[in-house]
């Protein structure tokens, strides 16, 4: 059997969030344009790994992608055991750019999916200054929850296990048997009350709505991916979405579910090779 050393190289960075420091674990791969990539609510960068190994993407990509605070490889703010965990926009906009800034990312693309893609949206509302265009996969304007949240943090359930059981029913059917249960498995090891905290700026924050009108795609294009087996954010939700955006483009995945980087990668892959070409070359750092 030969010996593999895949690409992606893995480091921390130190950043200001709250005027506090975090210690942010980060992966890249590859060359060329900054490709800065959100992972989904209670899971972590793995979820981008096959793209980060993918010599057709890093070829002219510098894939990046980092653990949100509380997440994989990003330990929690000290004294977090004195506090709930509960992600704000506020907060999660304000790590993602802290990030664009300590790394010297000049004009990336930012990728996000499900929340990440949600926070993609809001940032190209807010801040699209910074970036040179938005893929927001499986994201919609807001989604309330179908159900009760509390049910990942309770002392008689297993919070891991119940979030992978709920997510597992956003995973496409035709997802290889073995991605779909690596991606299971980031939910089974999220942190205690993670995925809830994360899923209350989720379903709870609706501020986004209001927004997507002043997106200008004219400066900053959005392109929006969605599964056709995502039950979260459904091809409809999504469709919703994209039509508030003035200039924005969707695409529809008809093999894909929830989580397509991680649960079908060969699938997803084509989409988001196709979503890269339609982004402008922004800067190169």
């Not at 990336?108 to 499900?114: D, F, M, R, T, Y």
């Not at 942190?191 to 209350?200: C, E, H, I, Q």
């Amino acid at each position: 059997m030969s010996t593999l050393i895949e690409p992606i190289t893995g480091r921390y960075v130190t950043v200001q969030i709250a005027d506090a420091p975090r210690r942010i674990y980060f992966e890249e791969a590859g060359q060329g344009r900054p490709v800065l990539c959100l992972h989904t609510a209670g899971a972590d960068t793995r979820q981008w790994r096959h793209l980060m190994n993918d010599a057709r993407i890093t070829a002219n990509n510098r894939m990046i992608a980092f653990d949100m605070p509380w997440h994989g490889k990003s330990l929690p703010p000290e004294g977090f055991q004195t506090e709930e965990y509960l992600l704000t926009t506020e907060a999660y906009i304000e790590t993602v750019l802290a990030m664009v800034d300590a790394l010297g990312l000049e004009k990336p693309v930012l990728a996000g999916c499900s929340m990440g893609g949600r926070i993609a949206l809001q940032i190209a509302a807010l801040h699209p200054e910074k970036f040179s265009g938005f893929i927001a996969i499986e994201a919609s304007d807001f989604q309330p929850a179908w159900y009760d949240i509390d049910w990942f943090h309770r002392p008689d359930a297993h919070g891991g296990e119940m979030g992978a059981a709920l997510v597992s029913a956003n995973i496409s059917p035709h997802a290889p048997e073995a991605e779909r249960w690596n991606t299971l498995w980031m939910f089974m090891q999220s942190g205690p009350g993670v995925f809830r905290g994360d899923l209350s700026f989720y379903t709870r924050d609706d501020s986004l709505i209001a927004r997507l009108g002043q997106i200008d795609t004219a400066q900053t294009p959005v392109h929006v991916l969605v599964g056709a087996y995502d039950l979260t954010c459904t091809p409809e939700d999504a469709q919703r979405t994209a039509d508030a955006i003035p200039g924005a483009t969707i695409a529809v995945m008809d093999e894909l579910g929830h989580f397509p980087m991680s649960e079908h990668p060969e699938g997803f892959r084509p989409f988001f090779a196709a979503a890269l070409d339609a982004m402008p070359r922004g800067g190169m750092s």
